[in-house]
Protein backbone atom coordinates (compact mmCIF):
# COMPACT_ATOMS: atom_id res chain seq x y z
CA UNK A 1 0.00 0.00 0.00
CA UNK A 2 1.32 3.17 -1.32
CA UNK A 3 1.86 5.82 1.48
CA UNK A 4 1.00 9.44 2.28
CA UNK A 5 2.63 11.46 -0.53
CA UNK A 6 3.18 14.73 -0.79
CA UNK A 7 4.33 18.07 -3.42
CA UNK A 8 6.19 19.46 -4.13
CA UNK A 9 8.94 18.26 -1.75
CA UNK A 10 10.71 21.56 -1.99
CA UNK A 11 9.67 25.46 -2.45
CA UNK A 12 11.28 28.82 -2.73
CA UNK A 13 8.50 31.59 -2.08
CA UNK A 14 9.11 35.30 -2.03
CA UNK A 15 7.80 37.37 1.26
CA UNK A 16 4.33 38.42 0.42
CA UNK A 17 4.07 35.17 -2.46
CA UNK A 18 0.99 32.90 -1.92
CA UNK A 19 1.79 29.00 -1.92
CA UNK A 20 -0.65 25.84 -1.99
CA UNK A 21 1.03 22.48 -1.20
CA UNK A 22 -0.90 19.05 -1.64
CA UNK A 23 -1.18 15.89 0.08
CA UNK A 24 -2.64 12.59 -0.89
CA UNK A 25 -3.40 10.16 2.13
CA UNK A 26 -2.84 6.32 2.15
CA UNK A 27 -5.84 4.66 -0.03
CA UNK A 28 -8.55 4.30 2.51
CA UNK A 29 -7.80 7.40 4.82
CA UNK A 30 -10.36 10.07 4.84
CA UNK A 31 -8.79 12.11 8.03
CA UNK A 32 -5.76 14.51 6.54
CA UNK A 33 -3.67 16.86 9.61
CA UNK A 34 -1.55 19.07 8.12
CA UNK A 35 1.71 20.09 10.85
CA UNK A 36 4.40 22.98 10.31
CA UNK A 37 7.83 22.25 11.94
CA UNK A 38 10.28 24.35 12.61
CA UNK A 39 13.84 24.60 14.59
CA UNK A 40 11.99 27.02 17.05
CA UNK A 41 8.84 25.56 17.93
CA UNK A 42 9.13 22.09 16.99
CA UNK A 43 6.39 20.18 15.29
CA UNK A 44 2.58 22.35 15.89
CA UNK A 45 -0.59 20.92 14.61
CA UNK A 46 -2.15 23.38 12.04
CA UNK A 47 -5.65 22.07 11.39
CA UNK A 48 -7.54 17.72 10.41
CA UNK A 49 -9.64 17.85 7.33
CA UNK A 50 -12.03 15.18 7.46
CA UNK A 51 -14.73 14.40 4.99
CA UNK A 52 -13.89 17.71 3.50
CA UNK A 53 -14.91 19.72 6.30
CA UNK A 54 -12.24 21.14 8.95
CA UNK A 55 -12.29 19.19 12.46
CA UNK A 56 -9.75 20.69 14.52
CA UNK A 57 -7.55 23.82 13.82
CA UNK A 58 -4.22 24.48 15.69
CA UNK A 59 -3.52 28.11 17.02
CA UNK A 60 -1.98 29.99 13.17
CA UNK A 61 -3.16 32.83 11.95
CA UNK A 62 -5.99 33.00 9.31
CA UNK A 63 -3.25 32.87 5.96
CA UNK A 64 -2.94 29.56 6.93
CA UNK A 65 -5.85 27.36 5.34
CA UNK A 66 -6.80 24.08 3.44
CA UNK A 67 -9.30 22.32 2.08
CA UNK A 68 -10.25 18.57 1.65
CA UNK A 69 -11.31 17.11 -1.95
CA UNK A 70 -14.32 14.43 -2.44
CA UNK A 71 -11.04 11.76 -2.67
CA UNK A 72 -9.62 12.57 0.22
CA UNK A 73 -6.69 14.26 -1.28
CA UNK A 74 -5.83 17.57 0.99
CA UNK A 75 -4.23 21.28 -0.29
CA UNK A 76 -3.31 23.59 2.54
CA UNK A 77 -2.62 27.23 1.07
CA UNK A 78 -0.55 30.22 3.06
CA UNK A 79 -1.17 33.64 2.07
CA UNK A 80 1.20 36.14 2.36
CA UNK A 81 4.06 34.67 2.89
CA UNK A 82 6.26 35.72 6.12
CA UNK A 83 10.00 34.39 6.86
CA UNK A 84 8.87 32.74 9.48
CA UNK A 85 6.69 30.32 7.51
CA UNK A 86 9.94 28.72 6.67
CA UNK A 87 9.76 25.15 7.76
CA UNK A 88 8.61 21.76 7.30
CA UNK A 89 4.87 21.38 6.44
CA UNK A 90 3.92 17.26 6.99
CA UNK A 91 0.84 15.85 6.29
CA UNK A 92 -0.41 12.79 8.25
CA UNK A 93 -3.19 11.07 7.09
CA UNK A 94 -5.35 8.48 9.38
CA UNK A 95 -8.49 6.12 9.11
CA UNK A 96 -10.88 8.14 11.40
CA UNK A 97 -13.40 5.27 11.89
CA UNK A 98 -14.07 7.53 15.27
CA UNK A 99 -12.24 5.57 17.72
CA UNK A 100 -9.80 7.45 19.79
CA UNK A 101 -6.29 7.67 19.87
CA UNK A 102 -6.13 6.94 15.96
CA UNK A 103 -2.35 6.39 14.43
CA UNK A 104 -1.42 8.80 12.36
CA UNK A 105 1.06 8.25 9.42
CA UNK A 106 2.83 11.18 8.04
CA UNK A 107 4.07 11.97 4.51
CA UNK A 108 7.77 12.95 3.94
CA UNK A 109 6.87 16.61 4.02
CA UNK A 110 7.38 19.93 1.99
CA UNK A 111 10.00 22.08 2.87
CA UNK A 112 9.22 25.43 2.35
CA UNK A 113 11.85 28.23 2.15
CA UNK A 114 10.69 32.00 2.45
CA UNK A 115 13.00 34.59 1.06
CA UNK B 1 -4.29 20.36 28.38
CA UNK B 2 -2.17 17.42 27.43
CA UNK B 3 1.55 18.35 26.76
CA UNK B 4 5.12 16.20 26.36
CA UNK B 5 8.39 16.69 27.48
CA UNK B 6 11.46 15.05 26.22
CA UNK B 7 14.08 16.34 29.01
CA UNK B 8 17.23 15.54 26.65
CA UNK B 9 18.19 17.49 23.58
CA UNK B 10 20.61 15.49 22.65
CA UNK B 11 21.90 11.89 23.29
CA UNK B 12 25.38 9.93 22.27
CA UNK B 13 26.02 6.02 22.41
CA UNK B 14 28.48 3.90 21.45
CA UNK B 15 27.30 1.44 18.64
CA UNK B 16 25.87 -1.62 20.28
CA UNK B 17 25.17 -0.14 23.75
CA UNK B 18 21.95 0.58 25.44
CA UNK B 19 19.42 3.40 24.66
CA UNK B 20 16.76 4.95 26.63
CA UNK B 21 15.20 7.98 25.45
CA UNK B 22 13.00 9.65 27.93
CA UNK B 23 9.09 11.26 27.96
CA UNK B 24 6.98 12.39 29.96
CA UNK B 25 3.51 13.80 29.73
CA UNK B 26 0.72 15.94 30.89
CA UNK B 27 -2.65 14.47 30.96
CA UNK B 28 -4.96 12.98 33.47
CA UNK B 29 -6.63 10.56 31.64
CA UNK B 30 -5.36 7.37 30.13
CA UNK B 31 -3.06 9.05 27.47
CA UNK B 32 -2.71 7.97 23.32
CA UNK B 33 0.95 7.91 23.28
CA UNK B 34 3.33 7.44 20.53
CA UNK B 35 7.34 7.20 19.28
CA UNK B 36 8.10 8.79 16.23
CA UNK B 37 11.29 8.78 14.39
CA UNK B 38 12.68 11.24 12.24
CA UNK B 39 15.77 10.69 9.36
CA UNK B 40 17.14 14.14 8.72
CA UNK B 41 15.29 15.99 5.86
CA UNK B 42 12.22 13.15 6.29
CA UNK B 43 9.02 12.55 7.34
CA UNK B 44 8.12 11.09 10.64
CA UNK B 45 7.52 6.89 11.20
CA UNK B 46 5.86 5.70 13.75
CA UNK B 47 8.10 3.37 15.96
CA UNK B 48 5.26 2.03 18.48
CA UNK B 49 2.28 3.18 20.33
CA UNK B 50 0.37 2.56 23.73
CA UNK B 51 -3.80 2.90 23.99
CA UNK B 52 -3.83 0.36 26.45
CA UNK B 53 -3.13 -3.05 28.07
CA UNK B 54 0.27 -4.59 28.55
CA UNK B 55 1.99 -1.73 29.91
CA UNK B 56 5.42 -2.54 27.63
CA UNK B 57 4.49 -1.83 24.00
CA UNK B 58 7.16 -3.95 21.12
CA UNK B 59 7.86 -1.64 18.16
CA UNK B 60 10.01 -1.52 14.97
CA UNK B 61 13.68 -2.05 14.83
CA UNK B 62 13.53 -3.74 17.93
CA UNK B 63 12.34 -0.45 20.40
CA UNK B 64 9.98 -1.08 23.02
CA UNK B 65 8.57 1.44 25.59
CA UNK B 66 7.35 1.19 29.05
CA UNK B 67 4.29 3.39 30.53
CA UNK B 68 4.57 4.07 33.93
CA UNK B 69 1.18 5.94 34.89
CA UNK B 70 2.73 6.30 38.45
CA UNK B 71 5.62 8.38 37.15
CA UNK B 72 3.42 10.30 33.78
CA UNK B 73 6.56 8.10 31.64
CA UNK B 74 6.66 6.22 28.65
CA UNK B 75 10.52 5.69 27.82
CA UNK B 76 11.84 4.49 24.30
CA UNK B 77 14.44 1.76 24.92
CA UNK B 78 16.53 -0.39 22.59
CA UNK B 79 18.92 -3.17 24.06
CA UNK B 80 21.91 -2.61 20.69
CA UNK B 81 21.85 0.56 19.16
CA UNK B 82 22.79 0.54 15.45
CA UNK B 83 24.23 3.32 13.57
CA UNK B 84 21.39 3.23 11.40
CA UNK B 85 19.65 4.25 14.19
CA UNK B 86 21.16 7.79 14.59
CA UNK B 87 17.86 10.65 13.82
CA UNK B 88 15.93 12.28 16.03
CA UNK B 89 13.20 10.73 18.10
CA UNK B 90 9.65 12.39 19.20
CA UNK B 91 7.08 11.68 21.56
CA UNK B 92 3.96 12.19 21.17
CA UNK B 93 0.10 12.32 23.40
CA UNK B 94 -3.13 12.39 21.40
CA UNK B 95 -5.96 14.93 21.42
CA UNK B 96 -8.82 13.82 23.53
CA UNK B 97 -12.39 14.47 22.85
CA UNK B 98 -13.13 13.45 19.76
CA UNK B 99 -9.70 15.31 18.25
CA UNK B 100 -7.13 13.59 16.25
CA UNK B 101 -4.09 15.54 16.62
CA UNK B 102 -0.91 15.08 18.30
CA UNK B 103 0.90 17.09 21.04
CA UNK B 104 4.89 16.39 20.30
CA UNK B 105 7.66 17.12 22.35
CA UNK B 106 10.76 19.11 21.64
CA UNK B 107 12.70 15.53 20.17
CA UNK B 108 15.96 14.20 21.29
CA UNK B 109 18.59 13.62 18.80
CA UNK B 110 20.44 10.44 18.66
CA UNK B 111 23.93 10.47 17.29
CA UNK B 112 25.66 6.88 17.53
CA UNK B 113 29.11 6.63 17.51
CA UNK B 114 31.19 3.39 16.07
Known amino acids: KAGVTQTPRYLIKTRGQQVTLSCSPISGHRSVSWYQQTPGQGLQFLFEYFSETQRNKGNFPGRFSGRQFSNSRSEMNVSTLELGDSALYLC??????????????FGPGTRLLVL | AQSVTQPDIHITVSEGASLELRCNYS??????LFWYVQSPGQGLQLLLK??????LVQGIKGFEAEFKRSQSSFNLRKPSVHWSDAAEYFC????????????FGTGTRLTVIP
Open chain 2, 50 to 55: YFSGDT
Open chain 1, 92 to 105: ASSKRTGGAGETQY
Open chain 2, 27 to 32: YGATPY
Open chain 2, 92 to 103: AVGAQGGANNLF
